[in-house]
């Protein structure tokens, strides 16, 4: 398993793609700012060569070599669609193999998807001079919990994907403790119903176990090697 990553190796990965991906879109803004682009009905060529422009100046910046060398942490890692045939298989795993669910089948991801969904509705409902930083963080970290359950789920769970699987699904473990820490700051807020908290309260921390469980299970499954 040498040439297979573990959580820890992908963990190592994901940070330095988002500060990669900090820096590309920081030189992209960057360039945009100094050469705006050019307008929609500006001719082709002209198009054409504003994205050569683009192109060479986020290379140069970015340290790219040749344009075939798409730099790691800008490739897809989905894998390739299977056909058919090749994905009959899968019928017959039932539930307790997630990779023959589509991610919109996946209860975990049902759960979390709800969960933001309902933080969602009830924001609606607090005055827009109420929302604070506190207010702000949970909201956002509650929609990331389903969002990276569901990244996690994209990347797979063969062995060679699994153990970013698991540090993609992590992120939303870590999403999901932020929002209990952040709901926490607004219990005594005058917006907020000693009822309702109890309620948002509570589902944070079923689908913040809910996630973890979820972790222990793909380490389980990492370390027995299942393909």
Known sequence: MDDIWDEHQWEDFLRESDRRTDLYMRYWDEYVRRTP????DAPEEKQEAWERGLHAYLARKM???????LPLWLEDFDAEPEDEE?????AGLGDAYPEAQDV????????????GSEVMDWAETVPGDA?????VDFC?????VG???????????ELRSLGGNIAITKRGLWAANRALAALRQLRTE????EVVYRRLYEQTYEVRNAVGLHVQHLRERFERGVE
């Open 37 to 40: 682009p050019p307008p929609e």
């Open 63 to 69: 340290g790219w070599d040749k344009d075939e060398d």
């Open 86 to 90: 090749g994905e009959a298989w899968k």
């Open 104 to 115: 919109h089948d996946l209860p975990l991801y049902q759960r979390a998807f709800s969960f």
């Open 131 to 135: 929302k604070d930083t506190a207010f």
């Open 140 to 144: 956002s970290n509650a929609l990331q």
């Open 147 to 157: 969002a990276k359950v569901a990244g996690g789920h994209g990347m797979g769970y």
């Open 190 to 193: 005058p917006f907020m119903d």
